[in-house]
């Protein structure tokens, strides 16, 4: 199970950090991943980070804005959000897998409830 949070509603240019929680003790082992969904969109990879953290990958329009990390002490995985534009505006997903970076979110067996962020200009 993957329980989300950190959502909320900022202005342009604010910062924020969503976090996923994991109840597995099998957590070190998975690939984790952020997914977003904006209304009317598909789900579209965000960034990702490999079981034991060396490798991290970010969808074109957040490089350099958003950094995914992980903790595989506390089972928890983040995603630090900077410079937030309108359009990061959609539901945030954390999910999990065994394959090694896929970008598609049907390669993903679970999924948290997801938390809703805002960016209002």
């Known amino acids: 199970q993957l329980v989300e949070s950190g959502g909320g509603l900022v202005q342009v240019g604010d910062s924020l950090r969503l976090s996923c929680a994991a109840s597995r003790r099998s957590f070190s082992r998975y690939t984790m991943a952020w997914f977003r969904q904006a209304p009317g969109k598909e789900r579209e990879f965000v960034a990702g980070?490999?079981?034991?953290?060396?490798?991290?990958e970010y969808v074109d329009s957040v490089e350099g804005r958003f950094t995914v990390s992980r903790d595989n002490v506390g089972n928890t995985a983040h995603l630090q959000m900077h410079s937030l534009k309108p359009e990061d505006t959609a539901v945030y997903y954390c999910?999990?897998?065994?394959?090694?970076?896929?970008?598609?979110?049907?390669?993903?067996?679970?999924w948290g409830q997801g938390v809703q962020v805002t960016v209002s200009s």
């Open positions: 999910a999990s897998t065994f394959l090694i970076m896929p970008k598609s979110p049907n390669d993903y067996h679970t």
């Open positions: 980070i490999t079981s034991s953290g060396q490798s991290t």
